[in-house]
T-cell receptor, first 116, second 114 residues
Framework: DTEVTQTPKHLVMGMTNKKSLKCEQH?????MYWYKQKAKKPPELMFV???????INESVPSRFSPECPNSSLLNLHLHALQPEDSALYLC???????????????FGSGTQLSVL | AQTVTQSQPEMSVQEAETVTLSCTYD???????LFWYKQPPSRQMILVIR??????QNATENRFSVNFQKAAKSFSLKISDSQLGDAAMYFC???????????FGKGTHLIIQP
């Protein structure tokens, strides 16, 4: 299994809703990432979990909350989002600590989020 | 902080011809990794090719090859025998490794003319 699976593929939510995005990989990777990508822009790093330790991009607002229940799962909890948060949210994983030949990120197909 | 610059917002090439996409980067690190990712309209990020900075030999993957110039901090992608399926946004990316994540350039939109 060489896939990173993201659900749902599409999500529409109101500004008062609470929702969660889910990401899963079964490649034994010990680092997982959340990226945000606006249309016609490059992905921007939001969060990194490496060996279950969280690193945060300080520009990310607190209405985004990551959770890593185990080394295979990564969730992104969404609360009180704004219309400008509408974007493609990409999850990725990488095989940390497995040698330089394995330094690369595997991406999921993303969740397209629309905030109304 | 590391930066990645792609100076070509859009490139167009005839099918079966060769095209080169440019990328420069800035870093103070000596060991790092460079990548080209392809993002077609489906928006799936697909790894095209990667280069380890400590390796002098340029990476190749079938029709895709890179010209890595470490001193000039340049990392261009050459696509030979362009095919319609190569049409996509191409992102150059950098990481220092160790779960740093990737820093992306702004991307080059590649159009393949039949």
């Amino acid at each position: 299994d060489t896939e990173v699976t993201q659900t749902p593929k599409h999500l529409v939510m109101g500004m008062t809703n609470k929702k969660s995005l889910k990401c899963e990989q079964h490649m034994g990777h010990r680092a997982m990432y959340w990226y945000k990508q606006k249309a016609k822009k490059p992905p921007e790093l939001m969060f990194v979990y490496s060996y279950e330790k969280l690193s945060i991009n300080e520009s990310v607002p607190s209405r985004f909350s990551p959770e890593c229940p185990n080394s295979s799962l990564l969730n992104l909890h969404l609360h009180a989002l704004q219309p400008e948060d509408s974007a493609l949210y990409l999850c990725a994983s990488s095989p940390e600590g497995q040698g330089p030949q394995n330094e690369k990120l595997f991406f999921g197909s993303g969740t397209q989020l629309s905030v109304l | 902080a590391q930066t990645v610059t792609q100076s070509q917002p859009e490139m167009s090439v005839q099918e079966a011809e060769t095209v080169t996409l440019s990328c420069t980067y800035d870093t103070s690190e000596s060991d790092y990794y460079l990548f080209w990712y392809k993002q077609p309209p489906s928006r799936q990020m697909i790894l095209v090719i990667r280069q380890e900075a400590y390796k002098q030999q340029n990476a190749t993957e079938n029709r895709f090859s890179v010209n890595f110039q470490k001193a000039a901090k340049s990392f261009s992608l050459k696509i030979s025998d362009s095919q319609l399926g190569d049409a996509a946004m191409y992102f150059c990316a950098y990481t220092g490794g160790g779960a740093d994540g990737l820093t992306f350039g702004k991307g080059t939109h590649l159009i393949i003319q039949p």
